[in-house]
């Protein structure tokens, strides 16, 4: 069974730090890049960041460029995401996802996982 279970969300003020995990099994993770994406209250999703576990490239958005930080862990099949300088903008619930091979834009995911929660409080 394909899993992803996506943790480390809560509460931060603004300027302040998380650290996002997302732990996959069921499939072969080397061969997969994992994204991270974000839904606000009332906006559609948008892709934050992604890692290739298999050609090891890496994508992020404009907004969090210089403040987020992704990486892979392939012993532990878990991918982060280190955020920094969190805006209240940013409060969304943050989801990861996989994809074969690289990233690739992020619209033909193949596995989806529950979201966290990230409230940035001003």
């Known amino acids: 069974e394909v899993q992803l279970q996506a943790s480390g969300g809560g509460l931060v003020q603004a300027g302040g730090s998380l650290r996002l995990s997302c732990a996959a099994s069921?499939?072969?993770?080397?061969?997969?890049?994992i994204g991270w994406f974000r839904q606000a209250p009332g906006k559609g999703r948008e892709r934050v960041s992604c890692i290739s576990n298999y050609d090891g490239s890496t994508y992020y958005a404009n907004s969090v460029k210089g403040r987020f930080t992704i990486s892979s862990d392939l012993a532990k099949n878990t991918v982060y995401l280190r955020m920094n300088s969190l805006k209240p903008e940013e409060t969304a619930v943050y989801y990861c996802?996989?994809?074969?091979?690289?990233?690739?834009?992020?619209?033909?995911?193949?596995?989806w996982g529950k979201g966290t929660l990230v409230t940035v409080s001003s």
């Open positions: 996802a996989a994809e074969k091979y690289s990233c690739n834009g992020g619209y033909g995911m193949d596995y």
């Open positions: 069921g499939f072969t993770f080397d061969d997969y890049a």
